[in-house]
C-alpha cells in the first residue's frame, strides 16, 4: 500500500472561530463549510475542523483550553521574528523563537484559541 498525506481533523468547540484564526493569520484558504465542519486549504495538505459532538460540548467548561499532542508546522515565507511579533501584537500567545545546532531552520511556538499548538518554520 502506498499512502499520501493529505488532511488532519481537529475536533474543536467553535469551527466559525477557530477558521476564522487560521484564514486571517495564516492566509489559509476555505474550501468546503457548513455549520459543523470547515476544510481549509493548508498548500499541499488540507486541516479540517470538526465541531466536537454535542454530548461532549455539555461537558467541557467554559474557557477551557485543550491539551493535545498535535503541532500543525506551517513553513513561511517571510522573517520569522516580523510574523512572530504580528501574532504577538494580536495577542496572540507566543513563544520565544528557537532552533537547534546543524538544524537550518528558525522556530516558534504559539496557541490557537482553543489551545492547538502551530508552529511557524522559517529558513535560517
Request: aromatic share 12%.
Amino acid at each position: 500500500m502506498n499512502a499520501r498525506f493529505s488532511t488532519i481533523i481537529l475536533y474543536v468547540k467553535n469551527v466559525s472561530l477557530l477558521a476564522h484564526f487560521y484564514v486571517e493569520n495564516f492566509n489559509l484558504k476555505v474550501i468546503e463549510e457548513d455549520p459543523i465542519w470547515v476544510l481549509l486549504d493548508a498548500g499541499g495538505v488540507y486541516i479540517g475542523l470538526h465541531k466536537i459532538g454535542d454530548q461532549y460540548l455539555d461537558q467541557i467548561e467554559e474557557g477551557h483550553v485543550f491539551n493535545n499532542n498535535t503541532k500543525i508546522v506551517f513553513e513561511i515565507d517571510v522573517d520569522i521574528e516580523s510574523a512572530r511579533n504580528e501574532l504577538v501584537s494580536k495577542n496572540i500567545r507566543m513563544r520565544e523563537i528557537k532552533t537547534f545546532e546543524n538544524y537550518p531552520f528558525l522556530l516558534c511556538d504559539g496557541t490557537d484559541p482553543e489551545g492547538n499548538v502551530f508552529q511557524l518554520k522559517s529558513k535560517k
